[in-house]
């Protein structure tokens, strides 16, 4: 029985407490009458964040070319939304709780931080990862400049005593393919020319002298014999006409050299699959790094090369024009300088065959320090 009182006293004391007292006052009696306590509503839950955009489920870390970039996303709480802050900034919501904040990012990855705080302090916080890369915009893209192509492929020769050749037509043929198909070269824009003569040779680069502009870019490509005199330090190209009794019909390096400057081109770049002139390089360096800002590498002026090596003969099978063609047809990079075309393949050449590929500027034809760029279709 005691225990029963205990415990009812215990509840009454208990009850009391979340009571007010409540006065109703007539004219004969007060009465003073307990009422229950109000209790204030709780909220433990913490807001909801979704972002509109950029869309997320499509990458992750989402990428932009642009430097700006606008966060839209919406805020939800049953309590309300006491404070919204997109990476430390204090951030209005609009209609609906939706807010749009207006992001600079910086050159690579950047981290967008947002909190919501509610009504009862509950936070929540959203992070997303953005990587910026500026856009590269080359004027081929705008209609103004054209690529432009002279492939040269020689397997027969007129003199007995120079032998024919199995592949460079057949290696040309596959380059013109690879241009074409997956690069910004134009069918009509690039010419083949299969066993020329010497004469062939100066009308096509005459025709190209005359035909191209400052927006275009031009690349030449030669497979067949050479020869590099090292006593007189000067190259040849040994055209199917050319005879080994003299140099009548052969084509010298520094006859391609004064074409080149003439040539008003962006961009030339000459692939040879033979020898040449050791003169003509102002450079041979090997580049470990592939250069960063491509835009401005197209933007300056160049007159680049590279040359299976500096053999006086060049291979029938070339490892050379073997991995060019592997590299080219297994990028797949939007844009592809040259020097980075070159640094993919080099040491493949080197390791499968007896020759050392060369790469630089060719000398006093014009180079400004940019870049032939490849553009993925």
């Known amino acids: 029985m005691l225990k029963r009182i205990y415990f009812l006293i215990i509840f009454l004391i208990l009850y009391s407490m979340n009571m007010d007292s409540q006065v109703i006052t007539s004219e004969k009696s007060t009465i003073r009458i307990k009422t229950k306590k109000e209790v204030k509503p709780t909220d433990k839950v913490s807001p909801v964040i979704t972002i509109m955009s950029p869309d997320l489920e499509s990458a992750d870390p989402v990428v932009s070319h642009e430097e700006n970039i606008s966060i839209v996303g919406k805020v939800t709480d049953e309590s309300g939304i006491k404070t919204l802050f997109v990476n430390g900034i204090s951030t209005e919501l609009a209609k609906d709780n939706v807010f749009v904040s207006q992001i600079l990012l910086k050159e690579g990855e950047n981290e967008i931080s947002v909190v919501a705080i509610d009504q009862f302090d509950n936070v929540q916080e959203n992070k997303l990862k953005i990587e910026y890369y500026p856009e590269i915009v080359f004027r081929t893209l705008n209609g103004k400049g054209s690529y432009y192509a002279l492939l040269i492929g020689i397997d027969n020769y007129q003199d007995p005593a120079i032998s024919d050749l199995d592949n460079p037509i057949s290696d040309a043929s596959k380059f013109e393919e690879v241009l074409v198909s997956k690069y910004t070269f134009q069918k009509d824009q690039v010419l083949l020319l299969k066993n020329p003569k010497s004469e062939e040779i100066i009308i096509a680069l005459d025709e190209l002298a005359h035909k191209i502009t400052p927006d275009d870019n031009l690349l030449i490509y030669y ?40 040539i008003n081109s962006k961009h030339t770049l000459l692939i040879a699959d033979a020898c040449f002139g050791g003169s003509i390089f102002k450079t041979r360096a090997a580049f470990a790094d592939a250069p960063k800002a491509i835009n401005m590498l197209y933007e300056l002026p160049s007159r680049k090369a590279m040359t299976s090596g500096t053999l006086t003969e060049v291979p029938d099978r070339s490892a050379f024009v073997k991995y060019l063609l592997e590299r080219l047809n297994d990028n ?30 060719i000398y006093n034809v014009g180079d400004e320090g940019g870049d032939f760029v490849f553009i993925r279709k």
């Open 332 to 361: 797949t990079e939007k844009y592809l300088t040259s020097e980075q075309l070159f640094s993919s393949f080099r040491m493949a050449v080197i390791n499968n065959s007896d020759v050392v590929p060369q790469y630089g500027e």
């Open 223 to 262: 497979a067949g014999h050479g020869w590099f005199d090292e006593r007189a330090n000067i190259g040849y190209w040994l055209p199917s006409d050319a005879k080994q009794e003299n140099k009548a019909n052969w084509f010298r390096n520094s006859t391609l050299c004064d074409y080149l400057k003439e």
